[in-house]
C-alpha cells in the first residue's frame, strides 16, 4: 500500500469518527471499504493501462477541512464576468453564496444530516455496478460539501445557473472532496455552466463529481470548465440519470491539472432519451488527461453522441477511453462514437481506445479514432491562395476544435466556449494576444 492509501486511510478514520451514528455515516463507511477493495489503480488494470498513478500514489493528501465563508467576487474569471447568470460559488468544496429564482438551492452538508427519503435515495442510490472507480467511491466516502440544485415540473429556468468551484492557497497538498447534484423535474429545461479553477499553481487533489438526474421530458444544457492548477491532481466524475425523452448535452473543456482523470457516465434509462457527450482535452508542458466515457443504454429507442477531440502540444499526453455498453433490452439503439486527435508537436502523444459491448440486436453503432498532426497539403492549399502560414495553421486548430459546437444551442454557451479555447492559443503561443 502506497503513502497515499496509508494516508487517505487515517484521513477517513478521523473524518467519520467524527461524525454522528446515521444513515451518511454507514454510507461513508459502506464506500470506503469498496475503495479498499479497488485501491488505486495500476497500470495492469484495462481502465488506466495509458495512465501511471505511481506519482500520485507516492504523495500524501490532507483532507481540507478550511473553507472561508467568504468570496473576492474580483476573482471571477474575466471571461465570465459579463454573462447575466444565477452563480453559485464554492470555496474548496463549501457553498458559501448563491443566487437563485424558479430554482432552489441547498448546502449539501446540511441535507446530509437530515432523514428526507427522498434525497437519500439520490445518495445511495448506485448508477450502475458497470462502472467502478476507485475515485467515484473515494467522493463518496468523504462526502460533505457541495450544493444540491432542484428544479420543480414545467419549469424553465432561462438564465444559465453558473457554478464555481475555487480552490484557494488553503488547498495546498490537500484533498478537496466535493459534489454538486442537479435534480431536473418533469418538462423542465436549464443551462448549467461548472468553472472550476485555483488563483495558483498549488499542489492539491481535487476529487469532485456532479450528479444530474433528469426525470421525463426534461433538458439540460451542461458546459465543464475545468482550469485549475497545473500543480493538481484532478479527478472528475460526471454521471447522468435519464428518463424518458429526456434531452442532455455536456460539453467538456480540460485547461488544468498536472494530471486529470475526466470521467463521462450517461445512463439512458427511459425511452426516447437524447445524450450528447462532448469534449475538448487542451494539453500543454507535461501534462497527462485521462478521459474516459461510458455510455451506458438501458432502454429502447435511445440516441447517443460521443465526440471528444484532443489538441495536445509539447511533452503532453493524452488517453481517450470511449465504451458504449447497450443492454439486451435497448433495442433500436443509435450510438456513435467519435475520437480525432492533432499533435501540435512531434514529442505530444495520445492513446486511444473505442469500444462496444453490445447484447441487443436491432442497434447502430459505430466508433472511430484519428491521431495526426496538420495536414501539410491542406496547408499548402492555404498558403497558395495568399494565406500567410502562421494564419493558415491557426485556421485549421480551430476549425478542428469548433466541431463539437454543432450540438450546443445555447448562444452563451457557445461564446463561452469560444472565449476559454481563445484564451487557451493565447497562453499557448498559438496566436497573439493583442
Known sequence: ???????????????????????????????????????????TDEDWRFTNLADFSSKSYSLNNKASDIFDKRLIPEILKDIDGHFIILVNGKLVEYSSDNFQVHDLSKMLQENECSFKNLIKGSFSDKNQDFSFFLNSAFLDRGCFIEIDSSINVEKPIVILNFFDSNAEMSLVNHRNIISISTSSSVKIIEYSFAVNDIDYFSNKSTFFYLNDNSKVEHLSIDDGSKNSNI?????????????FTTDTILIG??????????????EGSNSNVLGLYLSKDSQ??????FVEHAKAHCDS???YKGLLNDYSKGVF???????????????????????LSNTAQVDTKPQLEIYADDVKCTHGATTGQIDKEALYY????G????????????????EVLEFISDDILLGLHKKVVERWFVESNLISGD
Open 387 to 402: 494565406i500567410n502560414e502562421d494564419l493558415a495553421r491557426i485556421m485549421m486548430i480551430r476549425s478542428f476544435t469548433e
Open 257 to 270: 491539472g498536472k494530471l486529470f482523470r475526466n470521467n463521462v457516465h450517461p445512463i439512458l434509462n427511459g
Open 1 to 43: 500500500m502506497g503513502n497515499f492509501e496509508n494516508n487517505i486511510s487515517l484521513e477517513f478514520d478521523r473524518f467519520n469518527n467524527n461524525s454522528a451514528d446515521s444513515w451518511i455515516s454507514s454510507h461513508r463507511a459502506d464506500t470506503f471499504g469498496k475503495f479498499k477493495s479497488l485501491g488505486v489503480p495500476k497500470l
Open 321 to 343: 477511453h470511449g465504451r458504449i455498453l447497450v443492454h439486451n433490452e435497448a433495442q433500436k439503439t443509435d450510438a456513435k462514437q467519435t475520437n480525432r486527435n492533432l499533435l
Open 288 to 293: 497527462l488527461m485521462d478521459n474516459y466515457m
Open 305 to 307: 453522441r460521443q465526440l
Open 382 to 385: 492555404l498558403r497558395a491562395r
Open 235 to 247: 479527478f472528475s466524475n460526471i454521471k447522468i440519470m435519464q428518463g424518458r425523452d429526456s434531452n
